[in-house]
């Protein structure tokens, strides 16, 4: 089954999530046995309980250090203080980083939440591991970084405020315990914590108190909870109090969202960084999520100082992130566990801000989406110090195995550890293997001359230091196209160069068939079927209120309408 159009918004969609790309064969035994005890968890989709996966019986506590992997959903390198951005946007990473080792070139692999977190956690890009928007599931036959630790002997825990981290796409995998700000225990607690940020005239974004409903709204999702900053440093550290072995080291990933739309960065965070007549002109552009896909989409414009408002809210919201990360570096210090606990702090991927004539993270694998931040602290064995090379994000596995002295990634996967660079290729490469078509219907109804193919395409990119290579294809695999660029003059990529001009650039192309010939491509046709779930309407809420839900795609002319959902 591939092919699925609705022409409203219905809360089938949520298992359409899970269940919309199975083309076939019979599932393995095993894998159908341990969907089958996913299934019968002690939760559904966005209830799923602390405990959805039976924790096996532990062996010897190993003598590592803990892992602590904090994923800031939504943050691009360029626009942290801590890469050199003219506001400070993150004082906490800034000092953080002076311990550490701070990767400047660290690129993601891909350009949003699904196959972003799918190959950090597996160590193979989105192409291999299949977790794309076409088919919305990390098959069970992908070993993870968490299970690898797991099996070796670490409590392993997962805090997400995306919605993405749980049953219905299984990156749950390998996690003993994982909590959401939703769960019962804590959302009074985050949904406290979102109150505490809304700012009452503010008019920007669907959840704002004076937002008003407009040509592009898509109505006012009461999801709540997405500022969980705070929350999650709680939640975390409670985990590992109650833990029945306090000696086992732990392995742990949390999710940020504060900088994902919509987004409400607090007033003390906007003060800091703008002054009173900028934060009154924040909270007059509209910023709700069609609005934005209506600017990529050429439907309607926003001005220069609309845009300029648009990045001024979103580095409020990464001092918020910073905020709460650097209270948890804090406690974790004066708890004295944070010089034995290896600290990652990165993105699943960035943000547009209308470079390129885009906003949000769709349709394109340029730096403002790709280049993210990969700040390691580990004092045992690292020195503080830079890193200037590109590296890939796909290496944070093996980075923390080789740290921890834990078994490194399986054979065939992509996660060298990136301790030594010197030892790294040269280059990074990233992917958009499905094209995320959503709500692109409703844009359509308004645009005069809508063209759906340039959000149709799939893309393929590799950088090195100097030069990046951009190929893209039409959804049906023809109409290739080549853009170069020189990021040292560019870093934004606004000037794609005739290749006479590029010639290093052009030669880089010629990396990603041989790349994509070191692993095993991902085969749709033998792929893992999700297991089929009821309708959860708080999931569709949730995944509303951060645009992730496709309206329909009834107005594309017939023949060019997208064969999948949007994400
Ligand atoms: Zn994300």
């Known amino acids: 089954m591939r092919t699925l159009y609705r022409r409203t918004l219905g809360l089938a969609v949520v298992s359409l999530l899970a269940a919309s790309c199975w083309s076939g064969n019979e599932e393995p035994t095993e894998v159908a046995q341990r969907l089958k005890r996913r299934a019968?968890?002690?939760?559904k989709g966005g209830k799923a309980a602390a405990a959805a996966r039976p924790v096996k019986p532990k062996g010897p506590a190993p003598t590592g250090p803990n892992v602590l992997i904090l994923v800031w959903d939504t943050v691009r390198a360029d626009h942290l203080s801590a890469y050199g951005y003219g506001l400070d946007t993150s004082p906490n990473l800034k000092a953080f980083a002076k311990e550490g080792v701070l990767y400047e070139r660290a690129i993601?692999?891909?350009?949003?939440?699904?196959?972003?977190?799918?190959?950090?956690?597996?160590?193979?890009?989105?192409?291999?591991?299949?977790?794309?928007?076409?088919?919305?599931w990390l098959d069970d036959k992908f070993p993870t970084m968490a299970e690898s630790f797991s099996d070796y002997g670490y409590d392993t825990y997962l805090f997400s405020?995306?919605?993405?981290?749980?049953d219905h796409t299984n990156l749950g995998q390998g996690f003993d315990a994982r909590e959401y700000p939703w769960d019962p225990k804590w959302k009074r607690k985050a949904a406290a914590n979102t109150r505490a940020k809304l700012i009452a005239d503010d008019a920007s974004t669907e959840l704002s108190p004076a937002y008003v409903e407009g040509e592009f709204s898509s109505g006012r999702p009461n999801d709540k909870v997405?500022?969980?900053?705070?929350?999650?440093?709680?939640?975390?550290?409670?985990?590992?109090?109650?833990?029945?072995?306090?000696?086992?080291?732990?392995?742990?990933?949390?999710?940020?969202?504060?900088?994902?739309?919509?987004?409400?960065?607090?007033?003390?965070?906007?003060?800091?960084?703008?002054?009173?007549a900028a934060i009154a002109q924040q909270k007059k552009v509209d910023e709700s999520y069609g609005r934005l896909l209506a600017y990529t989409t050429h439907v309607r414009e926003y001005t220069?100082?609309?845009?300029?408002?648009?990045?001024?809210?979103?580095?409020?919201?990464?001092?918020d992130l910073d905020q709460a990360t650097g209270a948890l570096f804090d406690t974790l210090r004066q708890k004295g566990v944070l010089d034995?606990?290896?600290?990652?702090?990165?993105?699943?991927?960035?943000?547009?801000?209308?470079?390129?004539?885009?906003?949000?993270?769709k349709y394109s694998v340029y730096n403002a989406l790709v280049h993210v931040p990969l700040v390691i602290r580990y004092p045992a064995r690292l020195k503080p110090g830079v890193v200037t090379q590109v590296v890939s994000n796909l290496g944070i596995w093996g980075t923390v195995a080789d740290l921890a002295g834990a078994p490194p990634p399986p054979a065939g996967t992509l996660s060298p550890s990136l301790v030594d660079p010197s030892k790294l290729m040269p280059e990074a490469f990233s992917e958009l293997v499905a094209a995320t078509p959503m709500a692109l219907g409703r844009m359509a109804k308004?645009?005069?001359?809508?063209?759906?193919?340039?959000?149709?395409?799939?893309?393929?990119?590799?950088?090195?230091?100097?030069?990046?290579?951009?190929?893209?294809?039409?959804?049906?695999?023809?109409?290739?196209?080549?853009?170069?660029?020189?990021?040292?003059?560019d870093p934004l990529e606004a000037r794609d160069l005739p290749a006479g001009k590029a010639k290093e650039a052009a030669a880089l192309c010629d990396r990603i068939v041989p790349w994509r010939a070191t692993f095993t491509a991902y085969d749709p046709a033998t792929g893992e079927k999700p297991p089929a779930r009821a309708s959860d309407p708080e999931l569709a809420a949730r995944l509303q209120a951060l645009g992730y839900l496709d309206e329909g795609t009834a107005a594309a002319p017939a023949g060019d309408k997208p064969a999948t959902e949007g994400k």
């Open 40 to 43: 019968q968890g002690p939760g």
């Open 108 to 136: 993601s692999p891909a350009m949003w939440t699904l196959p972003s977190h799918s190959a950090m956690f597996t160590g193979l890009p989105e192409s291999a591991n299949g977790a794309t928007a076409d088919h919305k």
């Open 161 to 166: 405020a995306n919605p993405y981290l749980q």
């Open 226 to 276: 997405k500022e969980a900053g705070p929350v999650s440093a709680e939640a975390l550290l409670t985990w590992v109090d109650g833990r029945a072995e306090a000696a086992r080291p732990w392995f742990a990933v949390i999710n940020y969202m504060e900088a994902h739309a919509p987004r409400i960065p607090s007033i003390e965070s906007r003060s800091a960084l703008f002054d009173v």
């Open 304 to 319: 220069d100082a609309e845009l300029a408002t648009i990045a001024q809210v979103y580095d409020a919201s990464l001092r």
């Open 340 to 361: 034995n606990t290896i600290v990652v702090i990165t993105a699943d991927h960035g943000e547009h801000l209308g470079e390129n004539h885009l906003l949000d993270h």
């Open 446 to 489: 308004a645009g005069e001359q809508f063209e759906w193919g340039p959000f149709l395409r799939t893309y393929a990119a590799v950088q090195d230091n100097a030069h990046k290579c951009i190929i893209s294809h039409a959804k049906d695999g023809t109409d290739e196209q080549r853009k170069l660029f020189d990021l040292v003059a």
